[in-house]
């Protein structure tokens, strides 16, 4: 049996862990997001082509690709909370080491590690809120992403007010914030190093760990719902504004439909995990209530309409994120970062992938490629249903 979560324990310890934890995803969202703000600076200084304008992006994925790859098999070598600190600091000095690269080959190095140091966030602020909280961990990991939707919803504002300073120092304040942080949380985790089980060291992992997890019928239902989600997602929140441009020559409206989408998308974290309900059962209504939302959007012919429900299925669907991960783990409680860095794999693939199955599509019809999200949100939906059987 897992011991107690540290919660029940040292209640005093994991709540400071947890509010740092927090801090920590919000300065990781500063970080993350700003980059789509300094794109147009990045491109105009280093005379970047037509193929060369998505590099930074296409690399930062590539680092956060290749880390959660590893990341399985670090499980035994250093604790979660040395990881996670690691990740955040690392995010933060390459983030600063980036605005001041002198060529564009030394800054993209820097931000393949401002993704390898973003997968880390990603996988061990998810595991060690599960280790501290254990059962109860669905409220904690919903308010994790809620803040993270915070950060994403507020830094294209704050950037863009911030961007006549140049890019360069852009990223140098937005990566302090987070170096601080990154600090608080290593000195704390150390602190209560005693207290917390999530920083004792995990179990190696190898392949056959692996692929035994996957094995597991419920484990290969969550992670293929996760994966699609994730793509249903993306058409949401990464095409709007290119569909809105297209099909109602409406850019700003897009944007506002992004914004929109996020903010929904963060209250419904912060507020739908507290219900005694969270599970997948929670996460396959939010589903289908987001595919037909999204659905009504596309077939509306009204930019009003498809905007609102941007918004709406963000309403209606944020949770799955949080709950997911809570499920999966929950089901293997003795190495959370396992489950986890699957998860996040799958988030990169899908970010990774689905972009180009909607350009793609967009060549034969926008609003095919736009109806693609509902469409994999609808299949998330069945995954979500064969997990619950199986379960």
């Known amino acids: 049996m897992p011991t107690p979560p540290m919660a029940q324990k040292h209640k005093g310890a994991a709540l400071q862990l947890t509010a740092v934890i927090l801090l920590v995803q919000f300065g990781f969202a500063f970080c993350n997001t700003s980059a789509a703000a300094v794109i147009n600076q990045v491109i105009e200084e280093f005379g970047l082509s037509s193929a060369g304008q998505g590099l930074q992006a296409t690399v930062t994925q590539a ?16 604790t979660k909370a040395a990881l996670l600190g690691f990740g955040a600091l690392l995010q933060a000095v390459m983030t600063a080491l980036a605005g001041v690269s002198p060529t564009l080959f030394l800054m993209l190095a820097c931000v393949a590690l401002v993704g390898a140091g973003g997968s880390l966030i990603d996988v061990y602020a998810n ?3 599960i280790d501290i909280h254990g059962q109860n961990s ?18 294209p ?28 949380f290593i000195v704390l985790s ?6 917390a089980a999530a920083t004792a ?29 994730n793509a249903g997602q993306y058409g949401m929140m990464g095409w709007l504004v290119r569909y809105m441009t297209v099909r109602y020559d409406a850019p700003g409206l897009g944007a506002v439909g992004v914004a929109l989408f996020w903010g ?62 809570n499920t999966a783990a929950s089901r293997n409680r003795m190495d959370a970062a396992l489950p986890t860095s699957v998860l996040m794999l799958c988030n990169r693939l899908a970010s990774t992938l689905f972009p180009l199955i909607l350009g793609a599509a967009a060549a034969l019809s926008i609003q095919i490629s736009m109806l693609l999200g ?18």
């Open 374 to 391: 509902a469409i994999f949100m609808i299949l998330a939906l069945l995954a979500a249903l064969r997990a619950m059987r199986k379960g």
């Open 264 to 325: 929904c998308t963060t209250l419904n974290r912060f507020i739908l995990p507290r219900l005694k309900s969270a599970s997948m059962g929670l996460v396959a209504a939010g589903l289908a209530a987001g595919g037909v939302l999204h659905a009504v959007g596309v077939f509306s012919g009204s930019p009003i309409v498809m905007v609102a429900m941007a918004g709406a299925v963000g309403l209606v669907s944020g949770h799955s994120t949080p709950l997911m991960l």
């Open 63 to 78: 680092g956060s690709f290749v880390c959660i790859l590893l990341i399985p098999f670090v499980g035994g070598r250093a």
């Open 157 to 184: 504002l704050l950037a863009t007010t911030l961007l006549d300073l140049g890019w360069r120092r852009l990223y140098l304040i937005v990566a302090l914030p987070l170096g601080l942080i990154a600090l608080l």
């Open 127 to 129: 595991a060690f809120i």
């Open 201 to 229: 060291p995990e179990q190696k992992a190898d392949f056959t760990q692996l692929g035994a997890y996957l094995k597991d019928p419920v484990n290969l239902a969550i992670t293929l719902c996760y994966l699609l989600y």
């Open 138 to 155: 669905a409220r904690f990991l919903g308010m994790v992403h809620g803040v993270y939707g915070l950060g994403a919803v507020v830094t």
């Open 190 to 195: 150390r602190r209560h190093a005693g207290a």
